[in-house]
């Protein structure tokens, strides 16, 4: 994201620069459920080429052994658990456990010993036992894939630094239901909170000698 227009004046003020991967990477997947895949419920933009070269990365993540966790956003069947961010969005209150929005998609189903949480805010970690799951396996570096890039999956990016996890959005790998809100905020987390690596990027520097 070098060639956005206002990209120097982050660089002058000393952002943008890069964490780089650690020794023990694992992949966080935010809300690739079926709602988000679908135009007419929560989906639109880039969401679906972002679940295809997901599972790209999926299968490299399980091959290399890291770690995997995946989010759901999941509200009790009576709402009784739902908050404020229902109140902006009422129709995030369909996603309760067994409704088939609120499934991950087929293509992305986890595996045994996978992580699976399920949140009712926009950050995986919020909550939730994502940081104590990541801190038991020694991991250091996540990798974030999922939607939207605007809203859950900034979120997370956020909340791992924040828990000084070094961050790689990986930019091809993540989705919005419109593009100009994806595109500014992988600016944002570029310069402040996050490594931007495509999955091919990704890929490649992890099986580099180091």
Same mark, same amino acid.
């Given at each position: 994201?070098?060639?956005?227009?206002?990209?120097?004046?982050?660089?002058?003020?000393?952002?943008?620069?890069?964490?780089?991967?650690?020794?023990?990477?694992?992949?966080?997947?935010?809300?690739?459920?079926?709602?988000?895949?679908?135009?007419?419920?929560?989906?639109?933009?880039?969401?679906?080429?972002?679940?295809?070269?997901?599972?790209?990365?999926?299968?490299?993540?399980?091959?290399?052994?890291?770690?995997?966790?995946?989010?759901?956003?999941?509200?009790?069947?009576?709402?009784?658990?739902?908050?404020?961010?229902?109140?902006?969005?009422?129709?995030?209150?369909?996603?309760?456990?067994?409704?088939?929005?609120?499934?991950?998609?087929?293509?992305?189903?986890?595996?045994?010993?996978?992580?699976?949480?399920?949140?009712?805010?926009?950050?995986?970690?919020?909550?939730?036992?994502?940081?104590?799951?990541?801190? =038991? @396996?020694? *991991?250091?570096?996540?990798?974030?894939? $999922?939607?939207?890039?605007? /809203?859950?999956?900034? %979120?997370?990016?956020? +909340?791992?630094?924040?828990?000084? =996890? @070094?961050? *790689?959005?990986?930019?091809?790998?993540? $989705?919005?239901?419109?593009? /100009?809100?994806?595109? %500014?905020?992988?600016? +944002?987390?570029?310069?402040?909170?996050?490594?931007?690596?495509?999955?091919?990027?990704?890929?490649?520097?992890?099986?580099?000698?180091?």
């Amino acid at each position: 994201m070098s060639g956005h227009p206002e990209a120097d004046i982050y660089h002058r003020q000393g952002m943008g620069n890069r964490a780089g991967l650690g020794q023990a990477p694992a992949l966080v997947i935010i809300d690739f459920v079926v709602g988000f895949s679908d135009p007419a419920h929560f989906g639109g933009g880039n969401i679906g080429p972002a679940i295809e070269q997901t599972v790209e990365l999926l299968a490299f993540a399980r091959k290399q052994g890291w770690p995997v966790a995946h989010t759901r956003v999941v509200y009790a069947d009576d709402g009784a658990d739902a908050g404020v961010f229902t109140l902006k969005a009422p129709s995030l209150r369909k996603l309760t456990e067994t409704s088939p929005l609120s499934q991950i998609v087929p293509e992305l189903t986890p595996l045994p010993g996978e992580l699976v949480i399920r949140k009712q805010g926009a950050s995986g970690f919020f909550d939730t036992n994502l940081a104590s799951w990541l801190a =038991f @396996r020694r *991991v250091d570096t996540v990798a974030v894939a $999922g939607c939207t890039t605007s /809203g859950c999956v900034r %979120a997370t990016v956020v +909340d791992s630094m924040q828990h000084n =996890f @070094r961050t *790689v959005c990986v930019m091809d790998c993540v $989705g919005d239901r419109a593009i /100009g809100p994806h595109e %500014a905020n992988l600016f +944002d987390m570029g310069q402040k909170y996050a490594d931007l690596m495509t999955r091919v990027e990704l890929e490649t520097a992890w099986c580099a000698p180091r």
